[in-house]
């Protein structure tokens, strides 16, 4: 059997756990902490935009030119997405301990992170377990 719609909904059911433990986060703030949110996180969301298209664009231009292996390719590229999330994690940590949100908050966000990184791991596992 193929692994990948397999791990697609493993990788979902992860992301939509993560979700959930987010909402909950966000009910733990006020009107005008989720306003001040809003604010801190601006600039970020277009720099996680520009990323997510350069990482796309340069996997693929990698397999386009056969830069290197498919597997060589492929490592690199999850390598620099749980660099890139570990990134932004750490420093929306870092915003919130800056700006004094909750701990409550700032603990289910963590939560709601990691289950995302780990979604992410079980889905490559999962996709290369078939090789």
Not at 18 to 46: G, M, T, V
Not at 60 to 85: D, E, P, R
């Amino acid at each position: 059997m193929d692994s990948f719609p397999v791990s697609i909904i493993v990788l979902l059911v992860f992301v939509l756990i993560a979700r959930l433990l987010n909402e909950r986060a966000l009910k733990q703030l006020s009107i005008e902490e989720k306003a001040k949110l809003i604010d801190l996180f601006s600039s970020q969301r277009i720099w996680s935009y520009v990323t997510i298209i350069v990482l796309l664009g340069g996997f693929f231009a990698a397999v386009h030119f056969k830069i290197a292996s498919m597997g060589i390719i492929n490592s690199v590229y999850f390598a620099l997405i749980f660099t890139v999330l570990g990134f932004f994690s750490y420093s929306a940590f870092k915003k919130f301990d800056e700006h004094n949100y909750p701990k409550q908050f700032t603990r289910l966000y963590l939560y709601s992170m990691t289950l995302r990184i780990i979604g992410l791991c079980v889905f490559i596992a999962l996709l290369y377990s078939s090789f």
